[in-house]
């Protein structure tokens, strides 16, 4: 079947712009996480969806960071005022179930370069 | 947060070759996922394995939980296991996210 998919592949934008990533996940799935990848690291969490609502968010960086999922399924981040620091790539991962037994499968992501 | 730290950072091999990749961890595992990352980004699920070994064709993975660490075996490598390998167990405190390790880049070369 389909894996996690998201938009745009990638995205340029200048310093202070508004840009909204967005992330369409397994069908099914019910738990929605994103990540922030930057040159070589591993990926760094953001924030975790169970369902529509946001169970964490205690990664996002700072309140310039939003993410929504209002139907459960497709989810929004949206991030305002972008900085270069911001420049990374996004990644979205999706799971059957929150818990330990589920594992993530990762869509291939976005790549933000601010200017 | 809980430690994940992965060796060796860097790894050159000729066609052919066998290797060993490591994971330990900090604290207690109740999910750990090994990933290779593409050289086009893609993270790709290539084992979940808590605790025990599991074997998919020319992969194997084992995790020794009480000792803290898991490992990687990459047999008759070919140049398209090249990437990055990575290493990630959920943090306790942070719902059911992963923490990832820094990551194995591995390049093989014919």
């Known amino acids: 079947g389909a894996g996690v998919s998201q938009t745009p592949s990638n995205k340029v934008t200048e310093k202070g712009k508004y840009v909204e990533l967005r992330c369409d996940p397994i069908?099914?799935?019910?738990?929605l996480y994103w990540y922030r990848q930057s040159l070589g690291q591993g990926p760094e969490f953001l924030i975790y969806?169970?369902?529509?609502?946001?169970?964490?968010d205690s990664g996002l960086p700072n309140d310039r960071f939003f993410a929504v999922r209002p139907e459960g399924s497709v989810s929004t981040l949206k991030i305002q005022r972008t900085e270069r620091g911001d420049s990374a790539v996004y990644l979205c991962?999706?799971?059957?179930?929150?818990?330990?037994?589920?594992?993530?499968?990762f869509g291939p992501g976005t790549r933000l370069t601010v200017t | 947060g809980i430690q994940v730290e992965q060796s060796p950072p860097d790894l050159i091999l000729q066609e052919g070759a066998n290797s060993t990749l490591r994971c330990n961890f900090s604290?207690?595992?109740?999910?750990l996922q090994w990933f290779h990352q593409n050289p086009w980004g893609q993270l790709i699920n290539l084992f979940y394995?808590?605790?025990g070994t599991k074997q998919n064709g020319r992969l194997s993975a084992t995790t020794v939980a009480t000792e803290r660490y898991s490992l990687l075996y990459i047999s008759s490598s070919q140049t398209t296991d090249s990437g990055v390998y990575f290493c990630?167990?959920?943090?306790?405190?942070?719902?059911?996210?992963?923490?990832f390790g820094k990551g194995t880049s591995l390049l093989v070369t014919p």
């Open positions: 991962a999706s799971s059957l179930r929150s818990g330990d037994l589920y594992e993530q499968y």
């Open positions: 069908s099914g799935h019910t738990a």
């Open positions: 969806f169970q369902g529509t609502g946001a169970a964490d």
């Open positions: 604290d207690s595992v109740n999910n």
């Open positions: 394995i808590p605790s």
């Open positions: 990630a167990r959920r943090e306790a405190n942070s719902g059911y996210a992963l923490n």
